[in-house]
Structures are given as structure tokens and as C-alpha cells.
């Protein structure tokens, strides 16, 4: 299945923020996350966040803090 333009415009572009706040719905946490465009992004990696509640993505350095 291929994404239509109107789906890319739909999600979040992918690295575009130093900083993101994730919920424990949003587990297991990947960067880029699902809901970003990976079309112009670095490899989808899986981030452990659970024990420490912080993860820095080692492609991007984003840092993903969990909030709950």
C-alpha cells in the first residue's frame, strides 16, 4: 500500500523538534515516530525509554521524555 500526499500532509515531519514529549501509549518508542514522515528521515530505530523515563535518538539526537 502506497501513502497519498494527503496522508504525508497528515502526519508530523519527521526530526523537526530537538525535544518530544511521549505518553506510555506511544510504546515501544521509535524514532522517527509513526506519526512523523519518514520519507526524508534517518532509519527507524527503537529507543529504550521505560527505565530511565529519557532516550536521546543516536541518528538525530532528539530527546524523547516520557511524561506519565
Not at 508530523?12 to 505518553?23: F, I, T
Not at 514522515?37 to 529504550?48: A, D, E, G, I, K
Request: with cysteine; charged share 25%; aromatic share 8%.
Amino acid at each position: 500500500m502506497h501513502s497519498t500526499d494527503a496522508d504525508n500532509e497528515k502526519l508530523g515531519q519527521a526530526n523537526a523538534q530537538e525535544r518530544y514529549e511521549v505518553s506510555r501509549a506511544d510504546l515501544p518508542l521509535s524514532c522517527p515516530t509513526p506519526q512523523m514522515q519518514t520519507w526524508n528521515s534517518h532509519p527507524r530505530v527503537y529507543l529504550p525509554i521505560e527505565k530511565t523515563g529519557e532516550a536521546r535518538c543516536q541518528y538525530c539526537g532528539a530527546l524523547f521524555v516520557l511524561k506519565d
